[in-house]
């Protein structure tokens, strides 16, 4: 009877540890009066496939709901600025450092960062391969002997990025051989393969599509193709509909090394390297 009794004991303080266990290991999610965000971004991150990889972790693990509207850099800040949207995510120093200058953002939060590359057919017609050419010598190049250059045309973060490399070179391009799309990334990377030219492009955009191209890197370690992706919370004193609780809260998941370490992790699988190197933040 004794033992009887003593093995009941034991049964119900282990489930009662078991639970208090349980409890002490599961995170309470934020209590959000509306847990619902939207993050203004560009087409390279949309399109690398990270952004879907962290939304559904981000739901689990806070609670808020990203909604992703994704546009070149200059449309994705001028979403931000005409107050539809709380948060941007995007890749262009100097219009940042305007949108927080102007007041509409409240803080740049540099998160991660790659490397522009220029690709273009593996027989390389212009030869920028070839002696270790910096990105706006290997523009130069390309325009010297009139072979096709897609750009973007977008006011994208790559697109104002390619625009510095051409001032860089003492270039305006113009001509048939210079085709402005007016398209995000992963268009943009299609039509080059279809015409087997030249085009700047995120690293993360290319290897995530580039079983399905015909092109390959050609200009890569270059110092002039650093490409910083930096995330701004809409200043609610400028937009007072700005839901400043959730997007705080997705901040701070996002900043947090949990977040960056799966970051710096991605791609590495399924691409033989990361897509993305951290900026880890204090």
């Known amino acids: 009877?004794?033992?009887?009794?003593?093995?009941?004991?034991?049964?119900?303080?282990?489930?009662?540890?078991?639970?208090?266990?349980?409890?002490?290991?599961?995170?309470?999610?934020?209590?959000?009066?509306?847990?619902?965000?939207i993050l203004s971004?560009?087409?390279?991150?949309?399109?690398?496939?990270?952004?879907?990889?962290?939304?559904?972790?981000l739901l689990k693990e806070t609670g808020v709901k990203m909604d992703i509207v994704s546009q070149g850099t200059?449309?994705?800040?001028?979403?931000?600025?005409?107050?539809?949207?709380?948060?941007?995510?995007?890749?262009?120093?100097?219009?940042?450092?305007?949108?927080?200058?102007?007041?509409?953002?409240?803080?740049?939060?540099?998160?991660?960062?790659?490397y522009f590359v220029i690709v273009g057919p593996k027989d390389d017609p212009a030869k920028i391969k070839e002696g270790g050419l910096s990105a706006s010598q290997a523009l130069a190049k390309i325009y010297e002997n009139q072979a096709i250059f897609v750009s973007r045309g977008d006011d994208s973060g790559t697109h104002k990025k390619e625009l510095a490399l051409w001032k860089a070179a003492t270039i305006t391009p113009i001509g048939d051989a210079y085709v402005s799309a007016?398209?995000?990334?992963?268009?943009?990377?299609?039509?080059?393969?279809?015409?087997?030219?030249?085009t700047l492009t995120d690293k993360a955009t290319y290897l995530s599509m580039k079983d399905q191209l015909d092109l390959e890197?050609?200009?890569?370690?270059?110092?002039?193709?650093?490409?910083?992706?930096?995330?701004?919370?809409?200043?609610?004193?400028?937009?007072?509909?700005?839901?400043?609780?959730?997007?705080?809260?997705?901040i701070d998941w996002l900043t947090s090394k949990k977040t960056l370490d799966r970051i710096a992790e991605f791609g590495k699988e399924e691409y033989g390297e990361a897509l993305f190197f951290i900026n880890y933040v204090e």
């Not at 093995?7 to 619902?36: E, T």
């Not at 971004?41 to 972790?57: A, F």
């Open 74 to 114: 200059g449309a994705a800040i001028q979403t931000a600025m005409d107050g539809n949207a709380d948060v941007i995510f995007v890749h262009a120093k100097a219009s940042e450092e305007k949108f927080v200058a102007d007041g509409y953002g409240v803080e740049r939060i540099e998160i991660m960062y790659n």
């Open 182 to 198: 007016g398209k995000g990334m992963g268009d943009v990377l299609t039509m080059t393969d279809e015409m087997q030219g030249y």
């Open 1 to 37: 009877m004794r033992f009887q009794f003593a093995k009941r004991v034991f049964f119900f303080a282990s489930i009662f540890a078991l639970v208090l266990s349980l409890s002490a290991c599961g995170k309470k999610l934020p209590d959000l009066d509306d847990p619902n965000i």
């Open 41 to 57: 971004t560009t087409t390279s991150l949309n399109d690398s496939g990270l952004l879907e990889y962290l939304n559904p972790l």
């Open 217 to 250: 890197i050609l200009v890569e370690e270059s110092a002039d193709l650093l490409n910083q992706y930096t995330v701004i919370a809409v200043n609610p004193e400028k937009w007072s509909t700005t839901n400043t609780e959730a997007v705080d809260v997705f």
